[in-house]
């Protein structure tokens, strides 16, 4: 079982930077495909980042690209996404998954574990 919690969300300004962090404890995240997902008010989750295990390729949702960056850290069994120039549009509820293997999937079913969720919220 993976355990995954996430940690460093919370409210900033338009323009500002947050970096989220996905960790977990009893099992090693060196084997398993990372993504983050985020769920806004009355929307579905969707896909926003995600970087296969050994940290060599990484994909992002356009409304990503550009602003967040992915990466990971396996000797602390740690997942990051920094996020820069954050929008409104941006506040919602993240949260981190992991997966088997090494293919990068961006529908919520390919994910085996997921997190509690981490609440960011960009104010105008």
């Known amino acids: 079982q993976v355990q995954l919690v996430e940690s460093g969300g919370g409210l900033v300004q338009a323009g500002g930077s947050l970096k989220l962090s996905c960790a977990t404890s009893?099992?090693?995240?060196?084997?398993?495909?990372m993504g983050w997902f985020r769920q806004a008010p009355g929307k579905e989750r969707e896909f926003v980042a995600g970087?296969?295990?050994?940290?060599?390729?990484?994909y992002y949702a356009d409304s990503a690209k550009g602003r967040f960056t992915i990466s990971r850290d396996n000797a602390k069994n740690t997942v990051y996404l920094q996020m820069n120039s954050l929008k409104p549009e941006d506040t919602a509820v993240y949260y981190c998954?992991?997966?088997?293997?090494?293919?990068?999937?961006?529908?919520?079913?390919?994910?085996?574990?997921w997190g509690q969720g981490t609440q960011v919220t960009v104010s105008s």
């Open positions: 009893g099992r090693t995240l060196s084997s398993y495909t």
């Open positions: 970087i296969i295990s050994s940290g060599g390729r990484t």
């Open positions: 998954a992991a997966r088997l293997g090494n293919g990068i999937f961006t529908a919520q079913k390919n994910y085996d574990y």
